[in-house]
């Protein structure tokens, strides 16, 4: 019964480097977010995922940015050649589509450093 | 980009007193919704309104939706200690799943 999960919570990387990050949601929600918050500001979409596939990718910044969400369940958030600018915390949300709905729970984030 | 924007981005009260905190959005929504945020961490879901809603109700919390100015107001009652945190309104567009954030309010409420 827990609620969405992140792992790490805090990753330090230098400037270049791969990461990755992880997000467990919570049992049985087929939809699962990625969000990125700034300092200061609200999160701001990345990809969605309905199952295994990525329904709306529209917000990754560029192709250094992929996710993955093989089994339908976990889903993990690839950076390849981190920039000082990816910085941030990024979030990760799951929920059920039902009309009208969308309710969002949203995991701890994982607050990404790049030095 | 984010479409929504926040007014006031910060708000200072006393214990006891009302807090009103106001959200605009841009495009067609589905439904609009307020998080709460302590820390920067972990969004917590508040109360969801539906774009045929004018008011909802959940305990000491008030939003109000007016679609013809794009606009959503959340009222906290009776304010505690214990609200203070970062509130955030998300749009569902119309045409899609994802949430679109405002910038938010930061809210203090002083014992």
């Known amino acids: 019964g827990a609620g969405v999960s992140q792992t790490p919570s805090n990753k330090v990387t230098e400037k270049g480097k791969y990461v990755e990050l992880r997000c467990d949601p919570i049992s049985g929600h087929t939809a699962l977010y990625w969000y990125r918050q700034s300092l200061g500001q609200g999160p701001e979409f990345l990809i969605y995922f309905q199952g295994t596939g990525a329904a709306d990718d529209s917000g990754l910044p560029n192709d250094r940015f992929f996710a993955v969400r093989p089994e339908g369940s976990v889903s993990t958030l690839k950076i390849q050649r981190t920039e000082r600018g990816d910085s941030a915390v990024y979030l990760c949300?799951?929920?059920?589509?039902?009309?009208?709905?969308?309710?969002?729970?949203f995991g701890p984030g994982t607050r990404l450093t790049v030095l | 980009s984010q479409q929504g924007e926040e007014d006031p981005q910060a708000l200072s009260i006393q214990e006891g007193e009302n807090a009103t905190m106001n959200c605009s959005y841009k495009?067609?929504?589905?439904?609009l919704q307020w998080y709460r945020q302590n820390s920067g961490r972990g969004l917590v879901h508040l109360i969801l309104i539906r774009s045929n809603e004018r008011e909802k109700h959940s305990g000491r919390l008030r939003v109000t939706l007016d679609t013809s100015k794009k606009s959503s107001s959340l009222l906290i009652t009776a304010s505690r200690a214990a609200d203070t945190a970062s509130y955030f309104c998300?749009?569902?567009?119309?045409?899609?799943?994802?949430?679109?954030f405002g910038a938010g309010t930061i809210l203090r409420v002083k014992s």
């Open positions: 495009t067609s929504i589905n439904n």
């Open positions: 949300a799951s929920g059920e589509i039902l009309a009208g709905s969308n309710e969002q729970f």
């Open positions: 998300a749009g569902r567009e119309e045409y899609g799943n994802k949430l679109v």
